[in-house]
């Protein structure tokens, strides 16, 4: 079973800086994307950033500029380093990966609190 293990999530005030970790139960490599959803209270999920096993990056464009994502296949993480958080920025933050037999996992989430 596969699991993905977030941590990092925080309440910071608006402007401020986090760091999100995932580690993942297996080897990166049987990965091919990984990234970050968040959903907002009352929203639906929506794609912040992924990254491809050969290190190709999306993002939205809510975060552009402002969020960076990156992935350390020999330790198994995908990290999202967030800078200018905003009040809009606040959800919970939840980590993907799929695999190349387009299988998808999950994890149970971080919460990212911003204050204005």
């Known amino acids: 079973q596969v699991q993905l293990v977030e941590s990092g999530g925080d309440l910071v005030q608006a402007g401020g800086s986090l760091r999100l970790s995932c580690a993942a139960s297996?080897?990166?490599?049987?990965?091919?994307?990984m990234g970050w959803y968040r959903q907002a209270p009352g929203k639906q999920r929506d794609l912040v950033a992924t990254?491809?096993?050969?290190?190709?990056?999306t993002y939205a464009d809510a975060v552009k500029g402002r969020f960076s994502i990156s992935r350390d296949n020999a330790k198994n993480t995908v990290d999202l380093q967030m800078n200018s958080l905003k009040p809009e920025d606040t959800a919970v933050y939840y980590c993907?990966?799929?695999?190349?037999?387009?299988?998808?996992?999950w994890g149970q989430g971080t919460q990212v609190t911003v204050s204005s």
């Open positions: 297996r080897n990166n490599f049987r990965f091919n994307n």
């Open positions: 990254i491809s096993n050969n290190g190709r990056t």
């Open positions: 993907y990966a799929n695999d190349y037999f387009s299988r998808e996992y």
